[in-house]
């Protein structure tokens, strides 16, 4: 038993040791915000670093146990928690360090009972308690002698206790060098992808890891805190979240340098309003670079990097220059690898729209979204004017028109609605209604700060939400100030975010809360990168009915594939690789993904019309067949035909043979052809333009039913199923013999597909449409 204990402290201590190299902040952070005697504490940690330089064993000995009686005695004067147990910690670590100079039966029973005492430590001071706590657990899995699944057993326990807690990132840091040892492979992912997912952006974190291991690709979020040259502060990741950025760093020393920055200069010229480059000078520079950037026509965010090649950020994320961190829309991005510098920069960058569908969801423009299911006050003599409300509410573009706008034109509407509210505010303080212009004014500076990247902005919008507030809103019209608030406190960083969006459901109704509070709280949860909670609003959400017109832009975002498969990660651009090969089969399985809470919804009820004026109805024009309705948006100009990736073309070489490239309704017509049970095709086509629809048959002549979808991009169908860029690519939707909806795809495409080509798009659309038919037909 002493020999299986002696072995597993050595192991423990290593342990220890290798995280606390990193985290050597923690003792004094955790003391000191747990409001102890700061003088006695840090005396008690002086002396344990002392001790730690005496050269005499001996006297290093009598040095520890002095520190020891001194905690002892600490303890005796106060018995209060916050001042006990991260003087526990000292002593623990004081014992440890005695048994490694003198392993006697005494000095381990004393360090069981330390351990012990420490353990009952709340989870306030989780952080102080781990180690005793993978002490004891050792101890009593050696006195039972568990076998290695057992101790992974146990291991994974122990993690569970520690999640949300001060103490968990230091839990799964420690718990990487043990189950290393005990073969537990899926354990090892899964505290791998933990720590990756939890702590992707703590620098202690990656510095660690990067230290451990040779990755080929390293993703991380790219955060702190940094002062623009105009004195603002930019805090990372949630100030770009919404851009697809670079974070260059560079030097004037380096030769050719203007070079290296032409390189990126040329990249933003080519792709313009795609990239926003940060620019981190490591040179000390008074004005940190920005006169030679602006003498060279580079236009980027000039930040300030104290201390240069020393500074902590550098040497996490950079470690040489110059260098770029590509970060996509959600700020992640991969450190630096041959695989990731040998694939071109283009290949990272998301299309506009995708962009803007982002960034309007992210600023909560669903929150103030008019729909005819908007409850509309009763006017009276103080209210304020309907043209005014309504001018107002023109400044929001809705869904799906809103994702075509640019970055400028979408920022120039957020600031003309905030304009309009800032002067009603001002003439009608006393209006019944106010409450309506005051969250438009809201959600109109958050766009502004997040399209410009602002922090003054957010500012405004949380000051102009403690007003809203104070003013007593009506039930329901208190949400989009509430998501300010909890805005503002992720940007503060000094909140758990669990409990922040606890708070906010709890504020918005509770148990009550309508539907529009769980997107606003899935949407909230891709602030804080946290996939848990995103998860657990995200399934809240989408258990409830889907009647709600103003969320609909939100509910289709997340049953959206392409969405769901890049939260939370990096976009994975790779060189040709077997890494590409193996990316590259899950992007085409992708598309072919179905929600399975779409079925539950019930049968699509909607209107079409016929191309001479007749009305077809849904679910009866199904024909009690599985049906695949297809989304397609004709040119606005009559001269122009259906894109190539919609209907494809007629290709001639130069002896005149002619060759058909099929477009996804060629596909799709040979698919209903080849397969065996009866599948009905619908085209419908979003225009109001009967002439134009029946010119474009005319000419194809397509083998299905075609039809008109009333409104074009206003039909309700369109945010109902999440219907993006049909005038790119037909928009599918999957129906059972009865109407209910079995699967979608938008027109969104993932980079990398889109850097292969059409064919590569087409293929993962064909499979997604043929394993869902397949998949529905096994099961009926």
């Not at 003198?102 to 308690?129: C, Y």
């Not at 060189?575 to 590259?584: G, M, Q, S």
Request: net charge positive; hydrophobic share 40%.
């Amino acid at each position: 038993m002493k020999n299986r204990h002696s072995k597993y402290l050595q192991s423990v201590a290593i342990c220890t040791a290798s995280v606390l190299l990193t985290l050597t902040h923690v003792c004094i952070a955790q003391t000191e915000s747990a409001g102890s005697s700061e003088i006695d504490l840090v005396a008690l940690e002086k002396k344990l670093k002392e001790a730690g330089k005496i050269s005499s064993s001996i006297r290093k000995r009598r040095a520890y146990k002095n520190v020891v009686r001194d905690g002892e005695a600490l303890i005796e004067k106060s018995l209060v928690a916050a001042k006990r147990f991260p003087v526990l910690e000292i002593i623990f670590q004081c014992q440890m360090k005695l048994l490694a100079l003198e392993n006697s039966d005494r000095n381990r029973q004393l360090l069981f009972a330390t351990s012990g005492r420490l353990v009952e430590a709340p989870d306030k001071f989780a952080d102080l308690r781990i180690e005793a706590d993978l002490l004891l657990l050792e101890r009593d899995l050696s006195a039972k002698k568990a076998d290695v699944k057992e101790r992974a057993k146990a291991l994974e326990s122990l993690i569970a206790r520690y999640r949300d807690t001060p103490g968990e990132k230091k839990c799964l840091m420690m718990a990487t060098l043990i189950v290393a040892k005990l073969n537990a492979v899926d354990l090892e992912k899964k505290i791998s992808r933990a720590l990756g997912e939890r702590f992707s952006g703590d620098l202690d974190v990656i510095k660690w890891r990067r230290g451990r291991r040779d990755y080929s690709y390293f993703p991380v979020v790219f955060s702190g805190s940094f002062t623009r040259a105009d004195g603002t502060s930019l805090t990372f990741p949630i100030d770009n979240i919404g851009h697809t950025s670079l974070i260059y760093f560079w030097s004037k020393e380096t030769p050719d340098i203007e070079s290296h920055l032409g390189v990126v200069k040329e990249l933003q010229t080519r792709f313009p309003n795609h990239l926003k480059v940060f620019s981190f000078n490591v040179d000390d520079l008074p004005d940190s670079g920005e006169k030679i950037l602006r003498t060279l026509g580079l236009d980027w965010a000039v930040m300030r990097l104290p201390g240069g090649r020393e500074s902590e950020t550098y040497r996490v994320f950079a470690t040489r220059d110059p260098i770029g961190l590509r970060l996509n829309a959600y700020g992640h991005g991969f450190l630096r690898s041959p695989l990731t510098e040998a694939t071109p920069m283009e290949q990272n960058f998301d299309e506009i729209r995708y962009l803007s569908q982002l960034q309007s969801l992210l600023v909560g423009e669903f929150l103030v979204a008019a729909t005819d299911q908007e409850e509309k006050p009763v006017l009276t003599a103080d209210s304020v004017p309907r043209k005014t409300l309504d001018a107002i509410q023109a400044c929001f573009i809705t869904a799906p028109m809103r994702y075509r706008l640019t970055r400028t034109e979408a920022l120039v509407n957020y600031e003309k609605a905030e304009k309009l509210c800032r002067k009603v505010i001002t003439q009608f303080p006393k209006a019944p209604d106010l409450w309506l212009v005051r969250n438009r004014r809201i959600i109109a500076l958050l766009g502004m700060w997040k399209l410009a990247i602002e922090p003054k902005y957010l500012e405004a919008a949380a000051e102009e939400a403690r007003a809203a507030l104070a003013a007593n809103p009506p039930r329901g019209a208190n949400i989009a100030p509430h998501y300010c608030l909890a805005k503002e406190a992720f940007r503060k960083g000094d909140s758990i975010p669990e409990q922040v969006l606890a708070a906010f459901i709890e504020a918005t109704g509770g148990a009550e809360a309508p539907r529009s509070a769980y997107a606003a709280a899935a949407i909230l949860a891709i602030d804080v990168n946290s996939r848990e909670l995103h998860s657990k609003y995200r399934e809240i959400l989408l258990k409830k009915s889907n009647s709600e017109a103003a969320i609909w832009p939100v509910v289709s975002f997340l049953r959206d594939q392409v969405h769901s498969y890049r939260l939370f990660k990096p976009n994975l651009y790779f060189p040709p690789t077997l890494a590409r090969r193996i990316e590259r089969a899950n992007l085409r399985r992708n598309p072919g993904v179905a929600d399975p809470t779409l079925v539950a919804n019930g049968p699509l009820q909607a209107e079409l019309k016929t191309l001479t004026g007749g009305v077809v109805k849904l679910p009866q024009a199904t024909d009690r067949m599985m049906t695949l309705l297809m989304f397609i948006e004709p040119p606005a100009d009559a001269a122009v035909d259906l894109p190539v990736m919609i209907n494809g073309k007629i290709t001639e070489d130069a002896k005149g043979n002619k060759k058909e490239v099929p477009g996804i309704m060629q596909r799709t017509f040979a698919l209903v052809d080849e397969h065996a049970s009866k599948i009905k095709v619908i085209a419908a086509f979003l225009t109001d333009n009967e002439k134009r629809v029946q010119s474009l048959m005319k000419k194809n002549d397509w083998p299905c039913q075609t039809v008109i979808a009333p409104g074009g991009l206003t039909n309700p169908l369109v945010n109902r199923l999440g219907i993006l860029s049909a005038d790119r690519v037909p928009n599918i939707v999957l129906l059972r013999p009865d109407g209910r909806v079995v699967w979608t795809l938008s027109g969104i495409v993932h980079p990398q597909v889109r850097s292969e080509g059409e064919g590569e798009w087409q293929y993962g659309i064909l499979l997604g449409m043929k394993s869902n038919i397949e998949r529905y037909e096994e099961k009926n």
